[in-house]
């Protein structure tokens, strides 16, 4: 049914799923069935029991493998647990080289409950291919990268790393989420691992919490599945369909969203009391042109940076539009400060280390109009400057 040639945009609504075979319904049935009746004593049926398949579940999986052109797909019933399940591959004594500025659940799954089963891991700038080689050592397993980066939006030359990868014998392992199937495709450059936090662009509305893996071949699949059926944090029926009902309107929604947040980066980068706007769409970003080869575009999501607390407070106080929330992708602006959000888990030093400072915000861009959102932030912005005094005594 499905015709390969066809775009990413039309494959999100033409594939094997377009209608049910047995009723013609144009939408996946919800199957809530935990068991399955089987007839025949001596032949198993497709399915026996919901943790191991069901017909929901699988409706998104084999969706989401043909959109990252992967072998196989799993889903989750969060990004965290895609994740966390997916690093069940490894052993004791096993290593992991990691971004440094990886989600903050990740930092944590691997910084405080890996270890505790003896698999080491050292964190990288992973934009740095010569600190990326360096690192490697004779037990790394899994090279683990996002790109773009979290919430400095850094990129990594995924198919550079891949290389250091297979020379070393390990598996590379993408947190896709941020540009998700419609922008990049890491499996294409030869990584082995996709991961999504669906929660965000991927189902898009801020109304469920998934994750989502996609591996390359049949022999990671079958590792997979069968720690997913181990493990048992798969992604239930009805949250499946949210998903796939998501999945449909992703090509619209990124456009739109990444339109807006072009236009947003660059009024933000005129105004004088942001000190940086973190965006891979600028041509002087420095991973730019490596962002362009391996993606579609730049996405939806920026960072900016103000000068400190007071004036993110400020700016909190006086926006709009945007839900101030942690989270992201979704169809309203979500505007989130890492430092008190989404890298909450790490330590003081370590998020300054790594740039995360109290005067940081994230924007992902969402379905506003972009006037609207311009006009919003602009306000927002005035009002920070009305408060500010010679000695940055802003009182809220
Ligand atoms: C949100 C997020 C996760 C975690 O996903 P959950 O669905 O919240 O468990 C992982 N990676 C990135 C980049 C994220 O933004």
Known sequence: ????????????????????????????????????????????????????????????????????????????????????????????????????????????????????????????????????????QPNTKVIYIETPSNPLLKITDIQAVVKL????????FVDNTFMTPALQRPLEFGADIVLHSATKFIAGHSDVVAGLAVVRNEQLAEKLSFLQNSFGSILSPHDSWLVL??????HCRLEQSSRSAFRLAHALAKEPII??????????????????????????????????????????????????????????????????????SMPSEERKKRGITDGLLR??????????????FQNALAAIKRYDTPTRGLQV
């Open 245 to 250: 009902r998501g999945l449909k309107t992703l």
């Open 165 to 172: 990868a297979k020379a070393n014998e390990c598996l590379t």
């Open 1 to 136: 049914m499905t015709d390969h040639s066809h775009t990413f945009q039309t494959k999100l609504l033409h594939n094997k799923h377009k209608a049910d075979e047995e009723t013609g319904a144009v939408s996946v049935p919800i199957h809530h069935a935990s068991t399955f009746h089987q007839t025949d004593f001596d032949q198993p049926g497709r399915y026996d029991y919901s943790r191991s398949g069901n017909p929901t579940r699988e409706a998104l999986e084999t969706t989401i493998a043909n959109l990252e052109s992967g072998f196989r797909g799993f889903a989750f019933a969060s990004g965290m647990a895609a994740i966390s399940t997916s690093f069940m591959l490894l052993s004791q004594r096993d290593h992991v080289l990691v971004s440094e500025d990886v989600y903050g659940g990740t930092y944590r799954m691997i910084h405080d409950v890996l270890i505790r089963f003896g698999i080491e891991h050292t964190f990288v700038d992973m934009t740095n291919l010569e600190e990326v080689a360096t690192a490697i």
């Open 275 to 344: 000190e940086e706007v973190y965006y891979p769409g600028f041509s002087f970003h420095p991973g730019h042109s490596t962002h362009l080869y391996q993606a579609g575009g730049p996405g939806a999501v920026l960072s900016f940076r103000l000068p400190d607390e007071n004036a993110v407070r400020f700016f909190t106080k006086h926006v709009q539009l945007p839900v101030y929330a942690v989270s992201l992708g979704a169809v309203e602006s979500i505007l989130s400060y890492p430092a008190k959000m989404s890298h909450a």
């Open 363 to 376: 924007i992902s861009v969402g379905l506003e109009n972009a006037d609207d959102l311009l006009q919003d």
